[in-house]
């Protein structure tokens, strides 16, 4: 169990438009909440920018979160804002270092709700060593957004050793994935539906950089190309790398790992565990030389336990996804025309 620090007596149990005001209930907010939880010397000139020295190759990714509920099994908003600014840096081959948080409230919202959010943020910071160093906060009238909405930019410092592009990526690489899917879509979708499961999915959201940069240090080179398949899962991220390059990608059916009960889940709502949003899982590409040693390694830390290889990259079907299915058939697999689940990151 988590233990979160006791929150501190406020003047107010609801988030309300007076907050977005740039007043004095705004100032209460915003030290109470922000920096006095997130502070480090570069928040603490509570600018509305920051000033920083930086040596080396940098990488730079910005997402905006509007999960719906924004607590679920797992996790919460606050999770997906940060672990996914983190690990889109992570699959740059970037260490993160630097974010910025821009919260967009809605009159109404608990403070206590808040509270929890922002404590979520303060713990992966300070596992992850990154500091938040600038943001906003608005507040918009109740109607008008939905609870919460995060904006989180990250900047990182990329390893020496990375070398990441669609275009490295030759026939017969292997093509790895970093844990079993699918954990996060059912986990929000059992919460919207009120599903009961004898055991409770829970979402995958987690930091993956530790691990990736790990890999790089070990593999370096032979580490090709790195995606997180969050919305849309591993089937659209492959999808798109195969559109990117003058190649194939065949994958296994009998290969993928999906736990019993995602897989329950999916088949009662008609779901491809291929599409489904993840938020704690990599993808990679790496030369065959180095594919059964580095599953092995990936095998070896609790994030990655299960991790497999689902693939490789072939000459024939160019710039299409193919699967073999268990009964040894193949079909492409396409894009969807749409989402399996809005609102899910």
């Known amino acids: 169990m988590t233990l979160e620090c006791p929150m501190p007596q406020t003047e107010f149990d609801i988030i ?15 030290q109470q909440f922000v920096f006095n939880e997130l502070t480090n010397p570069l928040l603490a000139t509570q600018h509305d920018g920051a000033v920083f020295e930086a040596h080396g190759t940098l990488a730079f990714s910005t997402d905006s979160y509007v999960v719906n509920p924004i607590f679920f099994p797992g996790g919460n ?11 889109d840096l992570a699959m740059c081959g970037a260490t993160p270092k630097y974010l910025s948080l821009s919260f967009i409230l809605e009159d109404g919202l608990p403070i206590q709700d808040f509270w929890r959010i922002i404590q979520t943020i303060k713990r992966i910071c300070i596992e992850q060593k990154v500091w938040i160093i600038t943001g906003d906060t608005k507040v918009v009238e ?21 070398s990441l592009s669609a275009a490295r990526v030759e026939i017969d690489d292997c093509v790895m994935v970093s844990h079993a899917i699918g ?67 065949s994958i296994e059916e009998n290969a993928l ?19 489904v949003a993840n938020e704690g899982v990599f993808i990679a590409v790496v030369s065959p030389a180095i594919a059964e040693d580095m599953v092995l390694f990936l095998q070896n830390n609790k994030e990655s336990e299960l991790a497999f290889i689902l693939g490789k990259i072939c000459a024939d079907h160019p710039k299409k996804l193919t699967l073999k ?21």
């Open 16 to 30: 309300t438009l007076g907050h977005g005001s740039g007043g004095q209930l705004s100032a209460k907010l915003l």
């Open 77 to 87: 908003i606050g999770d997906l804002a940060i672990n996914g600014t983190l690990n």
């Open 142 to 162: 109740k109607g008008k957004g939905d609870k919460i909405f995060i904006n989180t930019s990250g900047i990182g410092f990329v390893n020496a050793k990375a």
């Open 183 to 249: 954990f996060h879509g059912i986990s929000i979708l059992s919460q919207r539906e009120g599903l009961q499961f004898e055991t409770e999915i829970k979402s995958d959201t987690r930091c993956v950089s530790s691990i990736v940069q790990a890999c790089l240090e070990r593999y370096g080179q032979d580490i090709k190309w790195l995606r997180d398949p969050t919305r849309g899962g591993v089937a659209t991220s492959l999808n798109e790398l195969a559109e990117a390059i003058d190649f194939g990608i």
């Open 257 to 275: 790992k999906v736990d019993g009960l995602v897989k329950g889940a999916c088949s009662l709502f008609g779901l491809d565990p291929l599409f």
């Open 325 to 345: 299915s268990k009964i040894g058939g193949r079909r492409v697999v396409t894009k969807l025309l749409g989402d399996q689940l809005p609102r899910i990151c």
